[in-house]
């Protein structure tokens, strides 16, 4: 079906894919799609976004939560759960259109039985909450205990995170926790509701607090457990526990079935506008489905201020960062539907401006250097070194929290993008101008000007290619600065006439007027590297040319140990022109106005050969500039790769010794891009929607809706054309 995902059988090597691939989410908290009988062995995990914490010496990354969907059985007094018994029939599902997860497993014990069905999912409705369905089927007279509880004992990569377990019993069962560094308290509660006369009693030990169920239930019977959860930590609320309570408290089945439909109806007013259609492939029209999935579910939706790390909420990986993934791979997407949710995210990065400037600061420059790995307020968790040595075992010195200095100007891109598709400048007003001005500001002071060529150059530079380090003159680097430069005049201008008041003070506040004057001196002196004249490439950076040149899979057989680090110090690409992932290519599809379709064709057919590919980022943006030369046959594949990446799991688990799985969301809008912005060509040309269509052979029609000033439009295209429609009439 387009809206089911669905595996059958039962294989433990799967575990850890699976639980990317199943993952539930509200924007607010992220339940991997483990089983309900799995524990932090299974890489079970109920991951809070945005609140985090450090044990002395290791990395700072997310708060797991305990677990309070952690159920099993016995039956006849004997533990049957898929960590014991080989089952007979086993299936796990996730419904995209409700969010939702399934499983059904049968085991044969004996001449009984016994199936497990369950259904679980986290309110998109009232995110603190939480909603578990547990049916159990026997075919023979059995006493049957259900056990279900908080499992406190959670994964950490980084951890223990969480001490101080207190416990509570009766009708609620509660466990809170106090986080290790800054004392942040999580609270738990969970209360059932059982179709069947049971008798009960509770166990705890340190870590885990369960509730026992026993039911005499006689041959073919269905007893069936609904389990209503709260969640609050204290970024939410003054006293989690006590928060946690009003929730639970007087919970009846009619209540819990309440909170279904209010979860279900919020999802089908979201498909209603995100949906899209691909008649013709239908591994292509569900991946994208899904990858649509895998955003909606990690959008801080109900909250400002809140950002996407770049592995979702499936996990710690990553250490839970915002990275530049979300400005520049999934807002285009977000943008297109909901500018309020954009506006959440862009809030984030205002509010991160004090801790910019402290970073810019720290190296001794001014204005605004925004954390390349971000957590709560814009503090950057990007370790001095980040990758250890699969040989010595020791840390590598790596430079992407100081070089990759390109992330302040993704920043101001995507305000500008959000400015130019909603017109709406009150973000402006409110913090995102203070946001362009500080980053115009920190490029002004980290620029280095020539004199003999009479022109400002950003030397030692780390550009998306993180294999090239400490780089001169990188193309994408240097074409943001020169961005946000220009946009930071620009916008000036443009908004001091219509709120000259209003812009005075923030120029007051900045102190910023001898800076504003600067940047408009410097900013068509700025060296952004050209086309050459006659091959029509632009180098990456200065002297990438004269690097070795070679491919992928040549350095692949030169690698003596697959987890090696291709980048850094030694790296097998450091010397060459292999990179990790788009670079010019990635300016010039944000820049492709600028670019004549020979020379974007040029440069994607030297760069692409010699790219690995070895970020989730690269494969779309190479299919984005292939729709745009009119290559969609080449577009085709790499939408494709994209688009499933979470789907096979095919992808890079490991940098060095350090495990990076989890979702791709960068991908996953990606994905979106490459099929509405590439193959359907959509565009805003003079606040008009546009469309040029150039749909892969196999497909017959794509059909979508976007927002666009207020205005619903629903869009078909197909190869010889489209048709845009307002609605509320329907056209496809
Ligand atoms: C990529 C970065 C990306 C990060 C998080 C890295 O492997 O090189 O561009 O931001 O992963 O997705």
Known sequence: MKHLLRETGYDPKQTVHFGNKFLVANGYLGVRGTLEEFGKKELAAINLGGLYDQVPGKWREPVNAPNPFFTFIRVDHQIVSL??????????????????????????????????????TASAAEVHTLLLEYQVTVTKATHLEIVTGIDGDVWDINGPHLTDYQMETGPILQMTATTQAKGEIVSVGEVVISDQQYQEYFTMDQKQLLRHLAYELAAGETVTLQKQIAIYHSHEASDPRGACRPDLEGATEASIAKAWQAHQQVWQKRWDLTDVTITGDDEADFALRYSLYQLQIIAPHHRSGLSIPARGLSGQTYKGAVFWDTEMFMMPVFLHHDSRLVRHLLQYRIDSLPLARQKAASYGFRGAFFAWESQEAGYDATSDYNVVDVFTKRPQRTYFKDKQIHISGDIVYALKQYVDYTKDESLLLAGGLEVILEAARFYLSYLYYKSEKDRYEAIDVLGPDEYHERVYNN???????????ETAVNLTDALAMRYPAEVAAIIEKLDFEEDLFALKVIADKIYVPQPNSETELVQQFDG???????????????????????????????????????DTIMMQYLFADEYSQSQLEKNWLYYEPRTEHGSSLSACIYGLVACMIGRQDWAYDYFMKTAQVDLTGESKTFAGDLYIGGTHPAANGGAWMVAILGFCGLAIKNNQVTLQPRLPKKWAQVAFKIKYQGQVYQICCFHDGAKITPLPTTAC
Do not use: C
Not at 85 to 96: A, G, I, T, W
Not at 475 to 485: D, G, H, P, R, V
């Open 83 to 120: 960590l014991t018994h080989k089952p007979q029939k086993h299936q796990q599902s996730l419904d995209l259109y409700t969010a939702t997860h399934h499983r059904e497993t049968s085991f044969q014990i004996k001449d009984n039985h016994v199936t497990v069905k369950a259904k679980r």
């Open 475 to 485: 193309a994408y680097t240097s074409k943001l600065i020169q961005f946000t430069i």
């Open 544 to 582: 990438y040319f004269q690097l070795e040149d070679t491919t992928a899979a040549v350095l692949r057989q030169r690698l003596l140990d697959p987890k090696e680090y291709w980048g850094g110090a030694y790296g097998v690409a450091s010397d060459t022109q292999v990179i990790k992932q788009a």
